[in-house]
């Protein structure tokens, strides 16, 4: 994967931040960041997830303590260094462009 993402890996970065969660908890937190209107769906979440693992932006990690489901285990993921490094990037790269639509469409707003 290359350093510049696509929107769906942005998301799963976004979804972990500093936490370590499993696919279902990253689907719901991305929710309340966005206040829903931007979506995480299921049935491209774990395919992306193996390219970020794959591309070491993310890692599996052990469950937190109490995190036990009492159904099958789940799968759970931190975001790497090098997650971090390009979903920083990632940012700064948007920001700049919002800016740039800013001066464009709304000159006095623009920073």
Do not use: C, K, N
């Amino acid at each position: 994967m290359p350093d510049r993402l696509t929107p769906q890996a942005y998301y799963v970065l976004l979804a972990l931040g500093e936490e370590t969660r499993h696919g279902y908890a990253m689907i719901q937190r991305f929710a309340e960041l966005t206040g829903g209107s931007e979506e995480l769906l299921p049935g491209t979440l774990y395919a992306t997830l193996a390219r970020m693992v794959a591309s070491g932006l993310i890692e599996e990690a052990r469950a937190p303590r109490g995190a036990e489901s009492g159904g099958p285990p789940r799968r759970h993921y931190r975001v790497t260094p090098r997650g971090r490094a390009v979903a920083e990037a990632e940012s700064e790269r948007m920001r700049r462009l919002l800016s740039a639509a800013r001066r464009v469409w709304q000159p006095g707003l623009a920073r």
